[in-house]
């Protein structure tokens, strides 16, 4: 989760306290990771 160099991902993951909001947000940063 916390493993983003970049500022913006490391906010919006620890902001939504809501799992579903997480979920949603690391598969979204994991897809930008890759390419």
Known sequence: MFW???PK???EV???PK???IIHIIP???KN???
């Open 14 to 16: 620890i902001e939504p």
């Open 4 to 6: 983003y160099r970049d």
């Open 19 to 21: 799992s579903d909001s």
């Open 28 to 30: 979204r940063k994991k």
């Open 9 to 11: 991902d490391y906010i």
């Open 33 to 35: 990771l890759i390419q």
